[in-house]
Each structure stands twice: as structure tokens, then as C-alpha cells.
């Protein structure tokens, strides 16, 4: 039921804090955010999130799961925390030549890069998505009202991009949390009898 699959989400959210860190709070916020708002508006968002979305249990079951780890890095290793939260988290983000890498160097780029990352990762569908999102602006002459399951898969496919757009070090791997969005994208677009096209309107 919902219930399971908020849990699962949780779990999921508390695993990514395991496998990649904060980070992964801030793509799935890119996605989930600006569709509840689109879904409940800015002043009816806090009961769904509150309720509905089972916040304070399933936070609570993100950090039984990361924070032990965490604790026990920091205990190991004094300084992992500030490292890995300011370091790894911030500094990287906002400095293209952060030297405070440990296990590796700057991948300085330039501001942007990472759309043409994204372009090339998800080929070939990358710029029959570009071409059919143009179309479909000229022809409703920018007043668009995406179907929600539309909505979140693209925003969920462009959380990467909206988070690393500004940063000075990014690798082409970054774009691969919003891949698997394209994926549902050309499975509604087959169901509704345009294959190689990825549908926008519901």
C-alpha cells in the first residue's frame, strides 16, 4: 500500500546517505517540492507532507538507518563529519579548484557542463525531449499544464541539472539519478501511440 511505499522511500533516502551523503536529500527535494506545490499549493503543502507523506516517522527511519554510520566514521575518523558535510558538500560545490579532495582532485568545468553531460548520457532520447518540449511551447504558446505523473518524472530527470548547474566540479556520472525518469517518460509516450516521441501533455 502508500503506507509501504512512503517507507520505502525513507529507506531508500537513508541508504543514499550511506552511499553518496546529503546530497541525495537535495535531489529528491528538487523533484518533490516543487510537485507538491504544483499539487497543493505553497499554504496547503504542510498536511500532505505531515500526514499524507508520514514525515516525522519516515525521517526518523532515514536517520536509524545513515546516522549510526555516520557516528561511528566520526569516531573513527575526527574531522570526517566537517570533511565530508562542509568539504565534500560545499566547498566542492562552490569552489571549481577545491584542493581539499582526499581521495581524488577537482573536476573543474565550466558553469553549466552539466547539461551537456546530460545531453550525451541520454542519448538518443535527449534531443527528441528537447525537440517535443519547443513544439509543445510554440504550440500552447508557453500555458502548459503538465498531467502529475508527467510533471514529477521531469522534474525528477532535471534535479541533477537544477543542483549542478552553478558547480565548478562535476563529472559526467553526476547526471545518472535523473536517468531513469526519461524511462518512464517513453513508456507513457508508447502508451499513448507515439513511440520515439516522449509525450509532455497528459
Same mark, same amino acid.
Given at each position: ?60 527511519? #532515514? =536517520? @536509524? ?6 557516528? /561511528?566514521?566520526?569516531?573513527?575518523? +575526527? &574531522?570526517?563529519?566537517?570533511?565530508? %558535510? ?74 541533477? #541539472? =537544477? @543542483? ?6 562535476? /563529472?559526467?556520472?553526476?547526471?545518472? +539519478? &535523473?536517468?531513469?525518469?526519461?524511462? %518512464? ?18
Amino acid at each position: 500500500g502508500e503506507k509501504a511505499q512512503l517507507y520505502m522511500m525513507y529507506t531508500g533516502l537513508g541508504i543514499g546517505l550511506l552511499a553518496k551523503g546529503p546530497v541525495i536529500i537535495v535531489l529528491a527535494g528538487l523533484a518533490m517540492f516543487p510537485w507538491l506545490v504544483a499539487n497543493h499549493g505553497i499554504f496547503g503543502l504542510w498536511q500532505p507532507l505531515w500526514q499524507r507523506m508520514k514525515l516525522p516517522s519516515g525521517l526518523l527511519l #532515514m =536517520l @536509524l538507518i545513515a546516522a549510526p554510520w555516520y557516528w /561511528l566514521a566520526e569516531r573513527a575518523n +575526527p &574531522g570526517f563529519l566537517e570533511y565530508f %558535510l562542509v568539504g565534500e558538500h560545499f566547498q566542492r560545490f562552490v569552489d571549481s579548484g577545491w584542493r581539499g579532495d582526499l581521495y581524488g582532485s577537482g573536476h573543474e568545468r565550466t558553469r553549466g557542463m552539466i547539461w551537456i553531460f546530460w545531453m550525451l548520457a541520454a542519448l538518443p532520447w535527449s534531443p527528441i525531449l528537447v525537440l517535443v518540449a519547443a513544439r509543445t511551447l510554440i504550440r500552447q504558446r508557453l500555458s502548459i499544464r503538465l498531467e502529475p505523473l508527467t510533471l514529477f518524472a521531469l522534474l525528477w530527470m532535471c534535479s541533477p #541539472m =537544477l @543542483l549542478f548547474t552553478l558547480a565548478g566540479n562535476v /563529472l559526467p556520472a553526476y547526471v545518472l +539519478p &535523473g536517468l531513469p525518469a526519461i524511462g %518512464l517518460l517513453t513508456i507513457k509516450a508508447m502508451r499513448a501511440g507515439q513511440p520515439g516521441y516522449l509525450l509532455l501533455i497528459g
